[in-house]
Structures are given as structure tokens and as C-alpha cells.
């Protein structure tokens, strides 16, 4: 399937630095990272484990600024931003989902999703979120009634909630059985590829990269290669 | 490597160890410094007790001869005893202080403890021994005159010695309602120094003494009287002329001799005085007033009240703070153990024993309070401890008072280091005893819940914020529990330092605006003549007051045990001395009955209507009265009749103070015959304000305290709260949360906490300061009050530290690092 982008730039990396550390002792996580990701793009962020692919990521989440170089997202410049301004890009642009779901667990599934409504003014109605992940019957349930596929599902209903201009994943399969996972992808991708949302996800797991968009491979640091999947497979279809 | 284990996790938790290690150190401090200066005042006053040879019993009576005091003696159950004379004086140059003198001929028991100068000596001629505090509120020296003036009788000695009465530890004039130094002092005297001649020549010519009185007491007049018979003389012939005549003519030697003797004193070989009441009845033919012992020494009990009173401070404060303590604990190693559970797995799947495990936790809190405990001990007894024995010197007289340790401490830190030990053992055993295997897995995290208040239809209504803290209080009860606690603990403190300003403001208002209608008062000498007192009371529009010690008891016959020693005030019912009821309105005493105090009521069960008992302290016939109404004061507690009923009953009114609303009596009322001394306004109310200063420091000192408990506990417990839930609070962040929103969401749960908190403590506080103000005797009898200031400036106290504890988690919350913290299995 061949899909058809309008080239607007929402994700620019130049030249990003990130040095962890200081002296000898100091680890290099990103090494000169360049990169840019077009709106409503599916990408993933491929690598090994210590290829710098989450400090990409965390990054881009607004969770830590480079060491030297520039962030740019949705037009903010977000290398340069302070504390506060930090906590309303999170706020405003990004939606974050975690490999362990991270959801409150003292909170029920709509409860979780409506705590959004506490940080942007014209949230999205959480039961609507709720039912496009095909939740609507958990509602009030805690996380710990549920399942790890359905608690991943309702960190996503979180995250669309915010509707943020992009989707961050790191690993959001990485806790799930293939089965529940392959769930999970295709509910990324719908959102992809039906609202024009832009996903950006880190994996260690190269079959996802044949589900996506772009793919960027890392490795020690450093970008390896950038490759535009022109013809991406719907996850169904991909073997698992 | 166990102990460097511990150590680098001491400093990883410092907040909530500094927390278990400041609560520690509180609580033995807090025991410490009450128990050491109490500890010393007990040695010292055994100390003195032994060198002074105090007496353990008092005969009161009108007079007791030699035979007498020999009987006394050849008791078995007696030690040693002895006579002497009571009097009360005045000083002639030094503000016209109240002088308790002593006349003694011999040095036997009950002996002035000497401090500086010569010790008591009675053979010493022409020499006084006098009161320390006295001495050093007047600047007087050994070697100084020294002029008093008893009965319109100057009196000039030298002074011979600087003393301590053991019988007066505690000493307050008269006039005043506290202890001021400078107005109250012990003198002791050799009898035959008291010049008896002057003195008996003045009591015939005021008819104090007959010839009858004399021969009772002088087998030297009987002898004369009898000589006189053979001449055909009878006693009722003699002329006052004749008496005084003869008078001058006995020799000074001889004069003595007649000089009744008040009191004996004496020991008993360790038996109990009230237990030998019948016996020394019977040796005494009945023929003296009152039998008492040390707890009717009011020189001596209200010392051993405030010692007692010390003895329960030092055992229930610090409960409230190893409360508090064993709480922070129990969370904090709780936390602190179930994230260690995989280590704990590991170190017993590498073969290491349960004991050694748990031995290794339990030390944490071992340590810990071992340091808090013995860094409460040293403070609270040197520091703490030091401080309130010097505060106290000053209201109690016990010489060399400093502070001591006992092994009582020693049991105290034990205890408390293993209630600590012991609450981790209770807190941790359960993550310990989980299987190796299984603990090697972390824990699944605290799962959510609904809880019963979602069933309420507000439920619903309720922000995020609200609905996820009242959660995560259901999640965490023992440590919702420690941060009410500690709150109202706070608070208890706040109110009772500050309702105490309003109680003593209240017991002011209360003397000085509705009991005391007078703005001057007069003493007047013991044996003023009454005709003298009225013109003097017409002179000045007064109203002659008499206060007199008695005795008294709620049935007939009573025994020693069943009676009580208290107060008589007999007004003329001018309503310049006035009565209130409980409610502190004014109310009139009835013609015909008497008025008690409440307290005093209460103690026997007396209400209106019925009987009492009663017989001045040194005189031996008793009375009966009938109650006409109950009254309250807050300073003085008795009984109360009109000068018209108190007649009838055949005693003599002896005026001791005349009072009046004339601000400044005229130099003839100042200088009259028979007045002993002049209280303006101010001066009647330096007490209050010496009382006031004391408050002033208890207020600080409990504000210190109620500073201290909330800090430390709504640190700890924001602490905790903020540990264990660090995830959550980083996800929030990253879900775009400000800093200062998961501040207020952090310090929403301490502020409801606090709210709890002050709610419990604002009515524990009025009961802590009613429980502070009982214990303090039977003569007070304050009304404990707080208004909505006191409450709502305490709340807003305990607030307010609550608001700041939480701005403490600030910077926590915008370091909080997102990544690392979300990182890893879960």
C-alpha cells in the first residue's frame, strides 16, 4: 500500500549532541543526530539496546534537552525551552506512551483518561478515547483489573486524549504477548493512517519497521541509515 | 559490608531518619529534662531533710509545756523532738515583707539548713538566721542589722547566718498570689533573743493575757498567785497596774519561761504521723489543736505537688512523641524494606540467614534511635534540663538543685530504642518472610481501589486532585494516620500556650475586676484591737477582712484523714471582698451560712444545704456551719462567713487586712497603730504579671514544639507519600503536569491531613492545659479558657507550617528526573 504524505515538517533534529557525564567517565548517547519527520508520518526508531534510540525519544518527549544541537517540533524550538515551558509542550504536543503503561493505578481506566483534562483546556471526552481503543466496558476498572494489553490500550485513549500533534511509543509492545502487541500496533497505525496523526515509536524489533513510514536505524549513537518505506504493510499482515 | 550497606542508606533516606532521630530525641528529651532537675530535687531535699533533721510530724496547740514535750519524747514511734514558737512578723525597712519567725532554744529537729555565715546556733546572742532567697532579693550580708516588727514590737538583731527553711521549699507572702522573693522570709531566732518582757507587758495592756492565762502557763505566777492567796488575795483582785507591776519585777530569765510554746516537732522512727494520732492523743490528754504532717506543710507540699506534676510531664509527653515516632517508623522501614525486596531475595538466595537479614533492617532503626536517644539524654538534661531547674529555683527553695540522672534514664532510652527496633520487626517481617524465589520478582504495586466514598453521590463532583488523594490516604491509612497525629499533636501544643495567655488573662480579669471590688489593701498586725481596725476601716470606707487557717471535715469527729486543712475568710459582707459563683457571676453570702469553694466542695462531696465541720488551726473546739452556697476562685480555697455568724460562735474577730477602693491611703492610715503594711493597685497585680512572664515561656517553649512535631511529620509524611509515588508523579509530568501542580496535589493530601489533625488537637489542647492546671494543687482553681482566637491562630499556625512543608517537595518535584525514573520493570 502506497501512502501519499504532504511533506509539512513537524520533527527536525540537527546536529543533536547528547554527552551524559562529564570527564572520562562521560557516555556519548547521541553523536551528531539529524533527521526530520513529516506530518502525520508513521516512524519507527530502530536499534539495538544502547544505540541512543530513547535519548531520541526522551528527547522529543520534552524530557531532556540536548547536550548541543537543535530539537525542533511542530515549529518550537524545544533544545531551548526551560522547565516550565517544558511541562506545556508535554502538555500541548506530545502524547507519550511507555513500555509499562505507566497509568495511575489508584485511578480507574476513565479516570486515567479524563486526568487529562486537568492539564489541556479542550481535551478530548475520555469515554469517545475510551471507546476508539475499544475500552468503553473497563471504565471503572483499576489497572490492576485489567490486562497488560488493555492497560497499553488506555495509556494510548490517555494519550490521544491530550489530541497532541505527535504520538511517542517507546517499546509500547515491549511488555505485551505478540497477540495483544499486534492489537496495540494497529491501533497506532489506524491513527496513522485514518487521522493523520504523526507516530513515532523506538523498538528493538525490526518487524515493526516493515509497518512503517520511515524508519530510522541507530546504532552507538549515531543515525546509520534513514529509509523511507514507500509501500508500508498494514500489521496484520506482517508474520510476528 | 551489611553496616556500609546501612550507612550509604541512612544518607539516601536522610529525611526520614533525621526524622526518627529528631522524634527520639525528642521523646527522651522531653522525659529527661523533667525527670533530671526533678531527680536532684529529690536528692537535695533527702539531703536536706537528713542534715536538718526534719521533722516528720507537727503538734499544733496553745501552748505546750515541758512535760509535754517529754512525753512526746519518751514515744517509742517518736525520734527526736522539740518546741519552739511560730510568729509572724513584719521587716521594718524592707517593703514591710511578710516574716515567718522561728523562736527555738534548741537545734534538734527542723534546723535551718545553712548555707553561708554560721550555722544555727541558739546559745548566739543578739543574732538572726534568715532566708537565702530573702537575703538575696535585699542584698543583705551576714553582719547586717536586721529590724523587725511584731506586735508593734521593734525588734533589731545581727544577722548570724544565711539559711534554708526545710519546711518552706516553697514560700509566697500572704498578699501575693506567687512567689516573689523580696516579700516573704524565714527567720530563726533563739527564744530567749525575743524580747519577752516588752512583749508580754504589751498583751496585758491590750487584755491578751490575764492572770488566769499567765498561771496556766507559769508555775512561776500559780507560786506568786498562791503567795498572794495567803495574803488573801484573790487573782480577780489584781489590777492590770498590779499585773504589769509584777510583771517588771520577775526577772528577764524568768519572763521566759512563761513564753508559750506553739508547735512541737518532731521525727518518728519511720512510722506514719496520721497513724500515730490516737496515741498522741492519749499522751497529750487531748490537749492540743491539730496533728499534721508533711503533706500539710504547705511549704513542703506545694513543692512535692510540683515535683509529683514533673514525675507525670516526664512520663506523658514524650508518650505523645515515641507515638508519633513508633508511626514514622513503621512507614518509613515499611517503604524502605519493600523496596529492597529483590535485594532481600538476593541476599537470602545467596545463602545469607533470615536472622542476619532482619538483624541488618532492625539496625537501621536501632541506630538510629540509639543516637536520638542518647543525643536527647545529654541535651535534655544538661540543656533542657538545667534550664528548668533555674527557672524553678527561683519559685522553690531547695539548695544545690541542679539536675542528676538515674537509671530510669537509662530504662527510658532501652525502651524507646526497642519500641523503634521493635515497630521495624512489626513493619518489615512480611517482606522478609516472602520466599527467596518469589522476592527476587519485585512486588506487584499497591493496586487501586474503589473506596466507600465513591458510592456518595459528591463522589463525582470531587476534581481529580481530591478523588487520586483520598485514594491514595485509603492506600496508605498508617501514614495518613502518623501526619493526623502528628498534627493534632502540634496543635494540642499550639492551643494549650495559647489558651493559657487567655486562662491567666481570665483568672486576672476575674480577681481583679469581680472578686477583688477594692483597690488597696491593708495589712493589719494579727492582734490589731478591733476598735482600732473599725475606725481605721470607717476612715478609709473598707470593709475588715479576717483569713485564717483552719480545719475542716464534713462529719463530726472526723479522723486526721478525713479532714482537710484550708482557709476561713470572714467578711463584713461590704462587698469590697467578693464571692462568684461557678459561672464567675457575682453572688451574696446568706446571714447564717457559709460559703465553700467548689473544689474544696467537691472534695467531700458537700453540696448546699449541708454541714460543715470546722475549728481554727490553733484552737482545739470545733463548729458546725451550714452551706448556703458554692463558690469558685481561682486562687484561694475555703470557706467564707460573715463576721455577725463567725462571732456567735464565741471566737474572737481578728481583722488580718482592711480593704478599700481608695487608691492612696493618707500617711495616717500608712503610719496608724496595728498597720503592717500598704498594696497599691500595682503591687497586687505583680503576681499576675510574674505569672504572665512564666506563661510567656511555656508559650515558647510549646511553640517550639508544635513547630518541630508538624514539620517533621508532614515532611515525612509528604516524604513517604512522595516515594511511593514517584512513578505516578513522573508519569503526570510527563503527561505535561507543572511542578507547582504535583506540588499542590502533593500538599493537598498534608493539608487535609492537617485539617484532621487540628480539628482532633484544638479540643486535646484544652484538655492538655486543664489536666497542666489540676495537677498543679488544691489551691488553684482556674477556669481554662480559649476563644475562637486562640483556636483559629493555633489552626492557622499548624497550617501554615503544613503549607510551607510542601513547598519543601518543590525543587524534589523539578529535579524529579522522568527518565530514570521511569525506567525499568515495574
Not at chain 2, 525502651?415 to 521495624?424: E, F, K, N, Q
Not at chain 2, 453540696?607 to 470546722?614: I, Q, R, S
Request: charged share 25%; proline share 2%.
Amino acid at each position: 500500500m502506497t501512502r501519499k504524505k504532504d511533506g509539512k515538517k513537524i520533527v527536525e533534529f540537527k546536529d543533536v549532541i547528547k554527552r551524559y557525564g562529564q570527564g572520562e567517565g562521560a557516555q556519548l548517547a547521541n553523536d551528531h543526530v539529524n533527521f526530520t519527520i513529516e506530518e502525520g508520518e508513521f516512524v519507527v526508531i530502530l536499534g539495538q539496546s544502547g544505540a541512543g534510540k530513547s535519548t531520541v525519544l526522551n528527547m522529543l518527549g520534552g524530557m531532556d534537552i540536548p547536550t548541543s544541537g537543535i530539537v525542533e517540533v511542530a515549529g518550537e524550538k524545544v533544545s531551548s525551552m526551560n522547565d516550565k515551558q517544558l511541562s506545556k509542550y508535554r502538555a500541548d504536543v506530545v502524547g507519550f506512551i511507555f513500555q509499562f503503561y505507566n497509568l495511575l493505578p489508584s485511578l480507574t481506566a476513565y479516570e486515567n483518561v479524563a486526568l487529562v483534562k486537568n492539564i489541556v483546556k479542550d481535551a478530548k471526552d475520555p469515554m469517545e478515547m475510551l471507546k476508539a481503543v475499544g475500552l468503553e466496558g473497563h471504565r471503572n476498572k483499576f489497572p490492576a483489573q485489567m490486562s497488560g494489553g488493555e492497560q497499553q490500550r488506555v495509556s494510548i485513549a490517555r494519550a490521544l486524549a491530550k489530541d497532541p500533534k505527535i504520538i511517542l511509543g517507546d517499546e509500547p509492545t515491549g511488555a505485551l504477548d505478540s497477540e495483544t502487541g499486534v492489537i496495540v500496533l494497529e491501533l497506532l497505525q489506524k491513527l496513522c493512517w485514518e487521522q493523520d496523526k504523526t507516530v513515532i515509536l523506538v523498538t528493538h524489533n525490526a518487524d515493526i519497521a516493515k509497518c512503517a513510514d520511515k524508519v530510522i536505524r541507530m546504532k552507538n549513537g549515531k543515525v546509520r541509515e534513514i529509509r523511507i518505506n514507500e509501500n508500508p504493510v498494514p500489521v496484520r499482515e506482517v508474520e510476528w | 559490608m551489611l553496616y556500609r550497606k546501612m550507612l550509604r542508606e541512612l544518607r539516601g533516606n536522610f529525611g526520614q531518619f533525621l526524622s526518627i532521630f529528631i522524634l527520639s530525641m525528642l521523646a527522651v528529651m522531653l522525659f529527661a529534662s523533667m525527670k533530671a532537675s526533678n531527680i536532684s530535687a529529690y536528692r537535695k531535699q533527702a539531703d536536706m531533710y537528713r542534715v536538718t533533721n526534719t521533722a516528720d510530724g507537727w503538734i499544733y496547740g496553745e501552748g505546750f509545756g515541758e512535760e509535754q514535750l517529754e512525753k512526746i519524747r519518751d514515744m517509742k514511734e517518736v525520734g527526736d523532738a522539740q518546741r519552739r514558737m511560730h510568729i509572724t512578723a513584719s521587716a521594718k525597712e524592707h517593703d514591710q515583707a511578710q516574716l515567718e519567725v522561728y523562736l527555738m532554744d534548741e537545734a534538734i529537729v527542723s534546723k535551718p539548713y545553712y548555707v553561708s555565715g554560721a550555722p544555727f546556733d541558739p546559745s548566739k546572742e543578739n543574732a538572726i538566721w534568715l532566708s537565702e532567697s530573702f537575703a538575696k532579693a535585699w542584698d543583705l550580708k551576714v553582719g547586717d542589722e536586721f529590724t523587725f516588727i511584731y506586735r508593734g514590737l521593734e525588734i533589731t538583731k545581727r544577722i548570724a547566718g544565711i539559711i534554708v527553711a526545710p519546711e518552706w521549699q516553697y514560700m509566697k507572702a500572704d498578699k501575693d498570689l506567687d512567689v516573689i522573693t523580696k516579700n516573704i522570709c524565714v527567720i530563726y531566732m533563739a527564744y530567749r533573743e525575743f524580747p519577752a518582757k516588752d512583749y508580754v507587758k504589751s498583751l496585758i495592756e491590750k487584755g491578751d493575757l490575764t492572770l488566769e492565762d499567765a498561771a496556766e502557763h507559769s508555775e512561776l505566777v500559780r507560786d506568786k498567785l498562791e503567795a498572794l492567796e495567803k495574803f488573801g488575795i484573790s487573782k480577780d483582785d489584781v489590777t492590770t497596774e498590779q499585773l504589769l507591776k509584777m510583771v517588771d519585777e520577775i526577772d528577764e530569765e524568768k519572763i521566759q519561761k512563761m513564753l508559750p510554746y506553739t508547735e512541737i516537732a518532731f521525727t518518728t522512727n519511720g512510722f506514719d504521723v496520721k497513724g500515730l494520732e490516737e496515741k498522741i492523743s492519749d499522751v497529750l490528754e487531748g490537749d492540743y489543736a491539730v496533728l499534721c504532717d508533711r503533706s500539710n506543710i504547705s511549704g513542703i507540699k506545694v513543692m512535692d505537688d510540683e515535683l509529683a506534676q514533673h514525675d507525670q510531664f516526664a512520663v506523658s509527653f514524650p508518650v505523645v512523641f515515641i507515638a508519633i515516632a513508633l508511626l514514622v517508623i513503621m512507614t518509613s522501614m515499611n517503604r524502605i524494606v519493600s523496596q529492597q525486596r529483590t535485594q532481600i531475595g538476593t541476599l537470602s538466595a545467596l545463602g545469607m540467614k533470615r536472622g542476619r537479614i532482619v538483624a541488618h533492617y532492625l539496625s537501621y532503626s536501632f541506630w538510629v534511635s540509639l543516637l536520638g536517644s542518647i543525643a536527647g539524654l545529654f541535651v535534655g538534661t544538661y540543656l533542657l534540663g538545667d534550664f528548668i531547674a533555674r527557672i524553678f529555683r527561683e519559685w522553690y527553695f531547695i539548695p544545690g538543685w541542679t539536675v542528676e540522672m538515674d537509671w530510669s534514664f537509662a530504662l527510658v532510652v532501652v525502651l524507646i530504642v526497642g519500641a523503634c527496633t521493635g515497630a521495624t520487626y512489626f513493619s518489615c517481617h512480611k517482606v522478609m518472610d516472602v520466599k527467596p524465589a518469589e522476592s527476587l520478582r519485585p512486588a506487584a504495586p499497591k493496586a487501586g481501589k474503589a473506596i466507600f466514598l465513591e458510592k456518595l453521590p459528591i463522589w463525582n463532583k470531587l476534581g481529580f486532585d481530591a478523588q487520586y488523594n483520598l485514594r491514595d490516604v485509603f492506600r496508605s491509612k498508617l501514614r495518613a494516620l502518623m501526619g493526623v497525629l502528628g498534627t493534632a499533636a502540634g496543635m494540642m501544643m499550639m492551643v494549650a500556650a495559647f489558651a493559657s495567655l487567655t486562662t491567666i488573662q481570665n483568672a486576672s480579669d476575674w480577681t481583679f475586676e469581680k472578686l477583688q471590688n477594692f483597690k488597696t489593701q491593708i495589712d493589719l498586725d494579727g492582734d490589731v484591737d478591733i476598735e482600732q481596725a473599725q475606725a481605721l476601716r470607717d476612715l478609709v470606707d473598707g470593709e475588715l477582712v479576717q483569713t485564717v487557717a483552719v480545719e475542716i471535715a464534713s462529719q463530726e469527729k472526723a479522723k486526721a484523714g478525713e479532714r482537710k486543712s484550708t482557709v476561713l475568710v470572714v467578711t463584713e459582707g461590704r462587698e469590697l471582698f467578693r464571692l462568684t459563683d461557678e459561672k464567675q457571676k457575682l453572688i451574696q453570702l446568706k446571714p447564717g451560712t457559709i460559703a465553700i469553694t467548689k473544689k474544696l466542695a467537691e472534695a467531700f462531696g458537700l453540696k448546699v444545704g449541708d454541714t460543715v465541720y470546722w475549728h481554727l488551726y490553733e484552737k482545739n473546739e470545733w463548729h458546725e456551719a451550714k452551706i448556703g452556697t458554692i463558690n469558685r476562685n481561682p486562687s484561694l480555697q475555703g470557706i467564707t462567713m460573715l463576721r455577725e455568724d463567725f462571732e456567735k460562735t464565741g471566737e474572737k474577730y481578728l481583722p488580718t487586712v482592711l480593704y478599700t477602693q481608695e487608691t492612696a491611703p493618707g500617711e495616717n492610715v500608712k503610719k496608724a497603730s496595728g498597720v503592717l503594711a500598704v498594696h497599691d493597685d500595682a503591687d497586687l497585680h505583680q503576681s499576675f504579671d510574674i505569672m504572665m512572664q512564666m506563661i510567656y515561656l511555656v508559650l515558647g517553649v510549646f511553640m517550639i514544639f508544635a513547630t518541630v512535631l508538624p514539620i517533621v511529620v508532614l515532611y515525612n509524611s509528604g516524604n513517604l507519600s512522595f516515594n511511593e509515588r514517584i512513578k505516578e508523579f513522573a508519569t503526570l509530568k510527563v503527561l505535561g503536569f507543572q511542578t507547582g501542580a504535583i506540588r499542590r496535589l502533593l500538599s493537598l493530601q498534608n493539608l487535609w491531613l492537617s485539617l484532621i489533625g487540628i480539628v482532633l488537637g484544638a479540643p486535646l489542647g484544652i484538655k492538655l492545659l486543664q489536666y497542666m492546671f489540676d495537677s498543679n494543687g488544691d489551691s488553684m482553681d482556674y477556669q481554662v479558657a480559649a476563644g475562637a482566637m486562640e483556636y483559629a491562630v493555633s489552626g492557622a499556625f499548624v497550617l501554615v507550617i503544613s503549607v510551607l512543608v510542601g513547598f519543601l517537595f518543590q525543587k524534589k518535584i523539578r529535579k524529579l528526573d522522568m527518565v530514570e525514573t521511569l525506567k525499568g520493570i515495574e
